[in-house]
């Protein structure tokens, strides 16, 4: 049981710039908030009765370079919306968890249950101007050590961005200054401005906006439990995988009769493996079941001229596999289905940005393009849940949680907080350099995902060995 002992709204320390913030990019996201969990070792050498005013004040200064996540959303016309700049500030929660008795009691940190109680409870019902954009909650372990539960409005912030943000706050809570070159930039016309050297001629359809595949014969409304696991592999595992799927890279073209030879990515490899696995355990005699992989790119390198360094707003647009069946992906190698996680990377380039942002900028129903990738089995049943065979992967991998060091030494654990819906995954690297992947799915497929993640990989090992 974890209880909240007070609270309190943290402005900016300075007076801040008030603009109202319009993006794009933004427009696709959603208006809930990200949870990300950082967890610290127990300091009893360390003097802590005063960390919590140490926080209070350094999020004070942090908020005078980020001001606009001391801001508000507010709706505009079309069901879109923009950051009203108005410095109302952030939230900020103290809690002790009263269950457990030191931190190692959390196991791996599966974001289910008391973790979830570790991330702070946003009230959706509030009118949407009355939402803070942030919201952060200390929460103290007898042991000594504590979390900070950080929640981050979707539509105003990327990964990319939020890691600066707290890298930043966690720089000056320790005292020292921010360098020129950690200073963010809050001008969303920067990215906007890319759709106006669109051309006609680059107009495409954005098949990551349709309806994707349904559950196929499964009676609309018909829920059922969704567990959260915490999936693991060792670098050797990873490196293996990779090799395995390499080997027979250059009988994968990706033109005619030319040869690709880059290797394949960490990401791409974990994100298709994963794909194949969970579309084993998903199959139960539907094996012409349709399914597709969603992810995440972010374009700020993708651009020419790069975006300016620091972009503070979102840049992370959203790409699909092709839409593929279960028995397809599952009997064919698996460097098919890491050939198209690849492609889906791929395909974001500069051209692809702009014509989204176009895409988005003509499209008059936000909720179709925001609800059809991110919620999918909703969109199409109007709200009720008719099942999900697609698989929406994120990547954390390489995020430098490890500078989020606020004066008490760094964190040991960073991850998702909660996982609200069935069918995503993170994959993200431990302090080891091992890959772990945090997923939530089914009850009833979770166990038969696990035995397929870890047994396929004995079988790839003595297929290397051989």
């Known amino acids: 049981m974890v209880s909240v002992q007070s609270q309190s709204i943290v402005i900016p320390s300075k007076p801040t710039p008030n603009p109202k913030l319009f993006s794009l990019c933004e427009q696709i996201k959603l208006r809930t908030h990200a949870p990300l969990l950082y967890v610290f070792k127990p300091h009893n050498h360390k003097n802590t009765s005063t960390f919590l005013e140490t926080l209070k004040k350094s999020l004070s200064q942090a908020l005078v370079t980020y001001y606009p996540l001391a801001g508000r959303l507010s709706l505009i016309k079309g069901g879109r919306w923009e950051i009203h700049c108005n410095a109302k500030g952030a939230l900020l929660l103290e809690a002790k968890c009263e269950e457990l008795t030191n931190l190692n009691q959390l196991g791996d ?15 959706y019902n509030l009118p949407i101007e009355d939402i803070p954009l942030l919201a952060v909650q200390l ?21 990319t961005a939020t890691m600066c943000f707290m890298n ?15 200073f963010p930039c809050h001008d969303r016309t920067v990215l906007n401005s890319y759709k106006l050297i669109h051309s006609p001629s680059l107009h495409r359809h954005h098949h990551e906006f349709d309806m994707p595949p349904i559950q196929v014969g499964r009676d609309v409304g018909n829920t059922r439990e969704v567990s959260v696991a915490i999936l693991k592999l060792t670098q050797e595992q990873v490196s293996i995988l990779k090799k395995n799927v390499n080997s027979r890279m250059s009988f994968q073209p990706t033109s005619k009769d030319v040869p690709r030879t880059k290797p394949y990515s960490t990401f791409e490899v974990i994100a298709g493996y994963l794909w194949r696995c969970v579309s084993k355990a998903r199959c139960m005699g539907n094996s012409d079941q349709p399914t597709r992989l969603s992810t995440l790119v972010n374009c700020r390198n993708r651009l020419k001229p790069p975006l300016i360094s620091g972009y503070a707003g979102n840049a992370a647009f959203p790409t699909i596999t092709p839409i593929r069946s279960f028995n397809d992906l599952i009997r064919k190698p698996l460097d098919d289905a890491v050939e198209d996680v690849h492609k889906a990377l791929e395909r974001v380039t500069e051209e692809y940005v702009m014509s989204a942002l176009d895409h988005i900028d003509r499209e008059k129903d936000m909720d179709l393009l925001r609800y059809n990738f991110h919620y999918p089995a909703k969109s199409v049943c109007k709200g009720q849940y008719k099942g999900n065979p697609n698989l929406f992967v994120v990547s954390w991998m390489n995020f430098s949680y490890k500078d989020a060091d606020f004066g008490l030494g760094a964190p040991v654990y960073f991850g998702p907080g909660y996982m609200d819906s069935e069918g995503k995954a993170f994959i993200m690297n ?24 870890y047994d396929d990989i004995k079988e790839v090992f003595s297929t290397s060995k051989l």
């Open 109 to 123: 940190f599966v974001p289910t249950n008391l973790v979830s109680q570790l991330i702070p409870n946003i009230n």
């Open 139 to 159: 929460t103290r372990f007898n042991c000594g050590g504590f979390t900070l539960g950080v929640a981050l409005c979707r539509a105003a912030t990327d990964g």
């Open 168 to 182: 930043a706050w966690a720089k000056l809570a320790r005292g020292e200054n921010l360098d020129s070159s950690e």
């Open 430 to 453: 431990n302090n080891g350099g091992d890959i772990v992947v945090a997923i939530s799915l089914e009850a009833s497929c979770m166990d038969k995902l696990r035995k397929f993640f």
